[in-house]
């Protein structure tokens, strides 16, 4: 037998005391787990608290019937088979039962051989269905992080971030460098969200000016001020049941963030020169390369709206920390250029590859994008040998230092490396005492934040922002590329 179905639960509901007997030994014949109810509400509990992959369900019991509890299920979503169980004069609320979403329905007295057949298709009926349901969503996720290339772990992280997300309604926040992809991310969590079918508005809050930040966030009536010939929809009411994207938010006038954090919490807006509500249905996903603990520290980003745009932080690494992913993002970009130009298919010569994936890339994809193009111009044969003066010298690594750490290449990290005691004095702060153990953690994993956070027992988020509030991420950075 199945060692899954073996494990699945069976709830038997019926006031019989004798067929509930009767049902369990069948039930227990097969191998299955039981539990019994003698009425419907005490079935409805054990469904609250259990999780049962069958239910048999007499259709008269007294205080809820099998209806109600059928009815119950529907109301809450469990979407559990359930075979009915009633009297042969009962027929037509069997059927009832069935149109309800019943598997099945069986007279008493019960056949056995037809119970078990019964069960074992509802069970396995089961168990396909959910199967299913497990193979659309991994489609349903290719499609969409189909345009985010990538097969290291941490983009691999990113993606699985994303899609738990993206089928809720919470702000998300998007850190990273310039140029990692955090726009296509913020497309892919629209993409993926109930709020599919709506707009996806961007909008570039450093471009946002104090003078016209009212009227294009929230719109303006014709007349309200010099050059208002016509009415305007704001961003926010454009996003109406779907998503607006506020990039750079870091850039956002202190003035301004006021006025964005009323319709974060009222999603109500009001045209300038209107004395209209409108009521705006909207989800925010935010993005910024900058260290908000600064901006907050020093006054020019506000905590409140700070915490609201967090509801769930999701970082994208910078693409050093990538490792292969240099190499297989460089031969995508090739590729696409070559057929978008109509020119025959070209290669990197493995030299050329090798000196992609000893750089830097401070400007990340957007950067390799760039300069994979511009080689691909400057070629002189079908092979990409050169690229002269492509890469800036300040961000070479050379040949013998150590790779960037990668979880494909993990380099193994001893217990001794990662459990130094802390041999802070007693007096050391506790914030001390945490640097501490962030920078050996950090040191001992050379720099993957991904097996850092891991070690440290936190998310990679809290990691990034640990480091930037403690300002370590640089100094730890160069006293690594220091290392012999
Ligand atoms: N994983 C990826 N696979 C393929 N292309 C990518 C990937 N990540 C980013 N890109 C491409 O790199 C470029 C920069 O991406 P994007 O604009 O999303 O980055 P960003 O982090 O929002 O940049 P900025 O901070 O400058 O706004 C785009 O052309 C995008 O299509």
Same mark, same amino acid.
């Given at each position: 037998?199945?060692?899954?179905?073996?494990?699945?639960?069976?709830?038997? #509901?019926?006031?019989?005391? *004798?067929?509930?007997?009767?049902?369990?030994?069948?039930?227990?014949?097969?191998?299955?787990?039981?539990?019994?109810?003698?009425?419907?509400?005490?079935?409805?509990?054990?469904?609250?608290?259990?999780?049962?992959?069958?239910?048999?369900?007499?259709?008269?019991?007294?205080?809820?019937?099998?209806?109600?509890?059928?009815?119950?299920?529907?109301?809450?979503?469990?979407?559990?088979? *359930? +075979?009915?169980?009633?009297?042969?004069?009962?027929?037509?609320?069997?059927?009832?039962?069935?149109?309800?979403?019943?598997?099945?329905?069986?007279?008493?007295?019960?056949?056995?051989?037809?119970?078990?057949?019964? #069960?074992?298709?509802?069970?396995?009926? %089961?168990?396909?269905?959910?199967?299913? =349901?497990?193979?659309?969503?991994?489609?349903?996720?290719?499609?969409? !992080?189909? &345009?985010?290339?990538?097969?290291? %772990?941490?983009?691999?992280?990113?993606?699985?971030?994303?899609? %738990?997300?993206?089928?809720?309604?919470?702000?998300?926040? +998007?850190?990273?460098?310039?140029?990692?992809?955090?726009?296509? !991310?913020?497309?892919?969590?629209?993409?993926?969200?109930?709020?599919?079918?709506?707009?996806?508005?961007?909008?570039?809050?450093?471009?946002?000016?104090?003078?016209?930040?009212?009227?294009?966030?929230?719109?303006?009536?014709?007349?309200?001020?010099?050059?208002?010939?016509?009415?305007?929809?704001?961003?926010?009411?454009? #996003?109406?049941?779907?998503?607006?994207?506020?990039?750079?938010?870091?850039?956002?006038?202190?003035?301004?963030?006021?006025?964005?954090?009323?319709?974060?919490?009222?999603? +109500?807006?009001?045209? *300038?020169?209107?004395?209209?509500?409108?009521?705006?249905?909207?989800?925010?996903?935010?993005?910024?390369?900058?260290?908000?603990?600064?901006?907050?520290?020093?006054?020019?980003?506000?905590?409140?709206?700070?915490?609201?745009?967090? =509801?769930?932080?999701?970082?994208?690494?910078?693409?050093?920390?990538?490792?292969?992913?240099? /190499?297989?993002?460089?031969?995508?970009?090739?590729?696409?250029?070559?057929?978008?130009?109509?020119?025959?298919?070209?290669?990197?010569?493995?030299?050329?590859?090798?000196?992609? /994936?000893?750089?830097?890339?401070?400007?990340?994809?957007?950067?390799?994008?760039?300069? *994979?193009?511009?080689?691909?111009?400057? &070629?002189?044969?079908?092979?990409?040998?050169?690229?002269?003066?492509?890469?800036?010298?300040?961000?070479? &690594?050379?040949?013998?230092?150590?790779? =960037?750490?990668?979880?494909?290449?993990?380099?193994?990290?001893?217990?001794?490396?990662?459990?130094?005691?802390?041999?802070?004095?007693?007096?050391?702060?506790?914030?001390?005492?945490?640097?501490?153990?962030? #920078?050996?953690?950090?040191?001992?994993?050379?720099?993957? %934040?991904?097996?850092?956070?891991?070690?440290?027992?936190?998310?990679?988020?809290?990691?990034?922002?640990?480091?930037?509030?403690?300002?370590? =991420?640089?100094?730890?950075?160069?006293?690594?590329?220091?290392?012999?």
């Amino acid at each position: 037998m199945n060692s899954k179905r073996a494990n699945a639960t069976v709830l038997i #509901a019926d006031d019989s005391a *004798v067929m509930r007997t009767l049902i369990s030994h069948v039930i227990k014949r097969l191998g299955y787990k039981h539990i019994t109810a003698d009425d419907g509400n005490a079935c409805i509990r054990l469904l609250q608290d259990n999780k049962v992959d069958l239910l048999l369900l007499d259709i008269n019991m007294p205080g809820k019937n099998g209806i109600d509890v059928l009815a119950y299920m529907k109301e809450n979503g469990l979407e559990i088979p *359930v +075979i009915m169980i009633t009297a042969s004069d009962d027929i037509s609320q069997a059927v009832q039962c069935i149109k309800m979403g019943a598997y099945e329905y069986l007279t008493k007295p019960v056949d056995n051989d037809r119970l078990e057949i019964t #069960a074992k298709n509802a069970l396995s009926e %089961q168990s396909l269905k959910k199967k299913v =349901e497990l193979l659309e969503k991994e489609l349903l996720q290719k499609d969409i !992080f189909k &345009r985010i290339y990538g097969e290291s %772990q941490a983009i691999k992280e990113c993606i699985g971030q994303a899609t %738990q997300v993206m089928e809720t309604d919470v702000n998300v926040l +998007i850190n990273g460098e310039s140029g990692t992809g955090k726009e296509l !991310f913020a497309q892919a969590i629209h993409n993926g969200s109930k709020r599919k079918n709506g707009p996806f508005v961007t909008i570039n809050c450093a471009a946002i000016t104090n003078e016209l930040a009212d009227s294009l966030l929230f719109g303006h009536v014709k007349g309200s001020f010099t050059g208002a010939n016509s009415d305007h929809t704001g961003f926010f009411e454009q #996003a109406d049941g779907g998503t607006i994207f506020l990039d750079e938010i870091g850039d956002l006038n202190i003035e301004i963030q006021a006025k964005v954090l009323r319709v974060l919490q009222e999603h +109500i807006v009001r045209r *300038v020169g209107e004395k209209k509500e409108r009521p705006v249905d909207f989800r925010l996903i935010s993005a910024t390369h900058k260290d908000f603990s600064n901006a907050i520290e020093t006054g020019s980003f506000r905590a409140d709206l700070y915490y609201r745009l967090e =509801e769930y932080p999701l970082y994208i690494p910078p693409l050093r920390e990538r490792g292969d992913d240099i /190499s297989l993002l460089a031969k995508h970009f090739l590729e696409s250029f070559c057929i978008a130009n109509n020119i025959e298919p070209l290669t990197f010569k493995p030299l050329v590859l090798d000196q992609l /994936s000893r750089y830097d890339w401070p400007g990340n994809i957007r950067e390799l994008q760039n300069i *994979v193009r511009r080689s691909a111009i400057n &070629r002189t044969g079908n092979e990409i040998n050169a690229l002269p003066g492509f890469l800036s010298a300040d961000h070479k &690594r050379p040949k013998d230092a150590l790779p =960037e750490p990668e979880a494909s290449h993990p380099e193994p990290v001893t217990d001794t490396e990662i459990n130094h005691p802390i041999s802070a004095p007693v007096e050391t702060s506790l914030k001390d005492a945490e640097q501490q153990a962030i #920078a050996r953690a950090y040191e001992a994993c050379r720099g993957n %934040q991904t097996k850092t956070a891991r070690i440290l027992g936190i998310s990679r988020s809290s990691l990034y922002r640990k480091l930037k509030k403690y300002g370590m =991420e640089k100094s730890i950075t160069l006293s690594l590329n220091k290392t012999p």
